[in-house]
């Protein structure tokens, strides 16, 4: 990666700021992304149990998913979008 392409990555996200680097910003995203995957699976599944269309849930959960974590991360400064594929889950459940 180029250091004009890193200044404007620190820039943005301010990684020094929050003691990060680009490298542990990749890994984090890497993990993310698993973890969101997994929660593309089960979810629907488990929501499928309890009387919901699967096909819907898993469109909602992607939807969610997706355009949440392009939210967070650019709007919010942030890359924590774990929890995003949970939230439809807790919505209907609860």
Known sequence: MSSSQ???LEQRFELTKRDSTVRKEIVAG????????????????????AGFPAESVFIATCLVAGLGSILI??????????????????????
């Open 6 to 8: 890193s200044s404007a």
């Open 30 to 49: 890497l993990t993310t992304f698993l973890a969101m995957v997994y929660s593309v699976i089960v979810v629907p599944n488990m929501l499928s149990a």
């Open 73 to 94: 991360g650019f709007l919010g400064k942030c890359a924590d979008g774990n929890w995003l594929c949970h939230f439809p889950y807790c919505v209907y459940c609860f």
